[in-house]
């Protein structure tokens, strides 16, 4: 089974600076699909930012950019120029490709990003 | 344009009680998903559906039904609450496997509380 490990519960950036969110994930499937997701208060679940581990480029969603090592199974968000409505709950997950079965998203336990006016 | 609705946003049962709680999707996608989501932890899958009719076990399936006798209809039960059922609880839906890069879709999600 697929895990996933955001190992910084909580991090904190001042306004206009940058910051970078860990993830490391576990699997022995060569193809899959990576992505950032964004929880505010409001609960939504929105889509930051996604990687396909067969592309070498690393993604990238105007400040939002993503630094994916397939080898060492590492997959950072960095956001730069940050926001106060960056502030919120930062979820890496991981999903099989095609013909894997479910699509099925597997979460780490997030990162809490606060953001320093 | 809806995307993905849950139905209730917030319900408190007590011990014992059933419920269900509705997803609804006019995206007209193929797969759908129950998840959890408990204060330190990620999203946990609990159910899912990949066409209408069919369902399947997720990571934490314990306590839950789930049926999917229409294409954009996904529900999940409680026959009997429990505390530990206390969650948010999200639904999610994906487009068909032909277009592998699509992200799942989420609703705003249901915040029960089980007394």
């Known amino acids: 089974a697929q895990t996933v490990t955001q190992s910084q519960p909580e991090m904190s950036v001042q306004e206009a600076e940058t910051v970078t969110l860990s993830c490391t994930y576990d699997?022995?499937?060569?193809?899959?699909?990576l992505f950032w997701y964004k929880q505010p208060p409001s609960r939504q679940m929105i889509l930051v930012i996604r990687q396909e581990a067969y592309k070498q480029q690393n993604a990238t969603e105007n400040r939002f950019s993503v630094n994916f090592q397939k080898a060492a199974k590492s997959f950072s968000l960095k956001i730069s120029d940050s926001q106060l409505g960056d502030a919120a709950m930062y979820f890496c997950?991981?999903?099989?490709?095609?013909?894997?079965?479910?699509?099925?998203?597997?979460f780490g336990k997030g990162t809490k990003l606060s953001v320093i006016p | 344009n809806a995307g993905v609705t849950q139905t209730p946003k917030f319900r408190v049962l007590k011990t014992g009680q059933s419920m269900t709680l509705l997803c609804a999707q006019d995206m007209n996608h193929e797969y759908m998903y129950w998840y959890r989501q408990d204060p330190g932890m990620g999203l946990r899958l609990i159910h899912y559906s990949v066409g209408e009719g069919t369902t399947a076990k997720g990571e934490v399936p314990d306590g839950y039904n789930v049926s999917r006798l229409k294409k954009q209809n996904f529900l999940l039960g409680l026959e009997s609450a429990a505390p530990s059922q206390t969650s948010v609880y999200f639904c999610?839906?994906?487009?068909?496997?032909?277009?592998?890069?699509?992200?799942?879709?989420f609703g705003d999600g249901t915040r029960l509380s089980i007394l």
């Open positions: 999610a839906s994906i487009q068909t496997p032909g277009a592998p890069d699509q992200p799942q879709h």
């Open positions: 997950a991981y999903r099989n490709q095609a013909g894997a079965g479910s699509y099925q998203l597997t």
């Open positions: 699997t022995s499937e060569s193809d899959y699909y």
